[in-house]
């Protein structure tokens, strides 16, 4: 099982300031995955990311939202200009050995005031 | 689209009693189906997986889920809750044809009684 932590646990910001979530899996990935989790609510896919390219994205990952592998181990998830809506658990996931299962980060909080 | 249910928001058991949490899923192929828990603040623990095979499959934790494909579901159990399984529940559907992405149900919060 891979191991993958998230920083910062927690994050209160402003509204409209731009966020900028990490994933650092402990060995190295082509896949990552971000969700998210609205308070109360179920888990939603955000947007999956392979060898450097966006493969699939949702509906909620509009043009504010942006992922990059900026040094070849961490992941980014970027959110340009907050809104309150989200307000949120953001986690990453990478997949195990067999690529089919994810294993999920601690995650991160966001709150935007 | 596809989608997967839980009809059980919240889930009241006593300690030592058998446990069933129930999800449905809607998918045109063979899903790859998942149980994840998630205990209060936290990230999520995957509990099972199915992909083939033995429709039976066995997890950590003394968890265990059936995959039934002439009914869509593939419900969780475990024979005797202890304290510590209280957590929320989520079952998921693995679609990998489109980026791997996991379509999570709205989860069953499990609370369990002494």
């Known amino acids: 099982e891979p191991e993958v932590t998230q920083t910062p646990s927690h994050q209160v910001t402003q509204m409209g300031q731009e966020v900028i979530l990490r994933c650092v899996p402990i060995?190295?990935?082509?896949?990552f995955y971000w969700y998210r989790q609205i308070l109360g609510q179920k888990v939603e896919f955000l947007v999956s990311f392979y060898n450097n390219e966006i493969s699939e994205k949702s509906e909620i990952f509009d043009d504010q939202f942006s992922v990059e592998r900026p040094d070849g181990s961490n992941f980014t998830l970027k959110i340009r200009s907050t809104k309150l809506e989200d307000s949120a658990m953001y986690f990453c996931a990478v997949p195990g050995q067999g690529q089919e299962t994810q294993y999920f980060g601690p995650g991160t909080r966001l709150l935007v005031l | 689209a596809q989608s997967v249910t839980q009809p059980d928001i919240h889930i009241t058991v006593s300690e030592g009693a058998s446990l069933e949490l129930r999800c449905n899923y809607s998918y045109g192929a063979t899903p790859y189906l998942f149980w994840y828990v998630q205990s209060p603040g936290q990230g999520l623990q995957l509990l099972l997986k199915?992909?083939?095979?033995?429709?039976l499959v066995q997890g950590i934790k003394g968890f265990e889920a059936e995959f039934k494909r002439s009914q869509s579901s593939f419900n969780l159990r475990k024979p005797s809750v202890h304290w510590s399984d209280a957590a929320e529940y989520f079952c998921?559907?693995?679609?990998?044809?489109?980026?791997?992405?996991?379509?999570f149900g709205q989860g069953t919060e499990l609370s369990v009684k002494p």
């Open positions: 060995s190295n990935h082509l896949y």
């Open positions: 998921a559907v693995g679609l990998y044809n489109q980026g791997g992405k996991l379509i």
């Open positions: 199915y992909f083939s095979g033995d429709t």
